[in-house]
């Protein structure tokens, strides 16, 4: 696994209810010089030579402390 790095959290919903991370640069992943991962999870894995990413989003529901995650 590598180490989550240069990310930024972002913030929607008109009560700023959404939350979700994203990359903030295109660095280099695994040897894949070409691939722009800009804006992408930083959950991220290789399979069959495939890069993918897993994007997460959590939701605050009103009058609750915990997130709940509505996309996976």
């Avoid at 929607?12 to 999870?41: A, D, H």
């Avoid at 069959?48 to 997130?67: H, M, N, Q, T, W």
């Amino acid at each position: 696994m590598l180490p989550i790095q240069d990310w930024t959290m972002k913030i929607y919903g008109k009560r700023n209810q959404l939350v979700t991370l994203e990359r903030n640069t295109s660095m280099n992943f695994q040897g894949y010089e070409s691939l722009n991962i800009k804006g992408w999870s930083p959950l991220m894995f290789d399979y069959k030579g495939a890069i993918r990413d897993y994007p997460v989003k959590l939701y605050l529901p009103k009058d609750s402390d915990e997130f709940v995650i509505i996309r996976k």
